[in-house]
């Protein structure tokens, strides 16, 4: 549990350096743009590493049933969530509504997993994904991030659509080489 914790603290606590922009810049402009850029990113690395050990290593604590739909609703929130994602390179209609996709992908995609999984390390691992999203989405706004899309792209969001639905069925069919859990069968 405690590395788990840790992984935790490591790579939301990077995280959360925007939100405190006086400190945020005061590390940028000692470290330079790209040394910042470059310790930011292997301290989160770091910290996702932490996570992906801890939770191996995590006893299975259940702290609820989930919903027997809970698994089911999850494969929405997925396809949201991978939309979402691939919103972040492509300009979709999602862009219009929002200047933050990824961060609503990883709502989403945390969402589902607290639906679907009832266990103290699921709950810890996406219920905090979750809230740091939901909050990083608050404080992005109170900052002055806006929606950047000018017009609706209606063909470009079926095709990504489509594509999201073909990464879909590549996560279904692999989840279980990647997250130790089979969906199928």
Not at 11 to 35: C, D, Q, R, V, Y
Request: hydrophobic share 55%; proline share 4%.
């Amino acid at each position: 549990m405690e590395i788990l914790i840790l992984g935790l603290a490591i790579f939301f606590g990077i995280h959360l350096l925007p939100s405190i922009p006086s400190l945020h810049a005061a590390l940028k402009e000692k470290l330079g743009e790209k040394n910042f850029k470059i310790t930011f990113a292997v301290i989160a690395f770091v910290g996702l590493v932490v996570i992906i050990v801890g939770m191996g290593r995590i006893e299975f604590t259940p702290l609820y049933e989930p919903p027997t739909w809970g698994k089911h609703i999850t494969g929405l929130f997925m396809l949201i969530a991978v939309y979402c994602m691939i919103s972040i390179g492509v300009k979709t209609s999602l862009q219009k509504i929002t200047a933050h996709p990824m961060l609503w992908g990883i709502s989403a995609w945390a969402t589902g997993h607290v639906m679907a999984n009832g266990d103290l390390a699921s709950v810890m691992l996406f219920g905090s994904f979750l809230i740091y999203s939901q909050f990083a989405i608050f404080s992005a706004n109170q900052r002055g991030a806006q929606a950047k899309g000018n017009a609706l792209a209606l063909k470009t969001d079926l095709i990504v659509l489509g594509c999201s639905i073909l990464a879909m069925l590549c996560l279904v069919a692999y989840h279980e080489s990647f997250a130790g859990v089979p969906l199928i069968g």
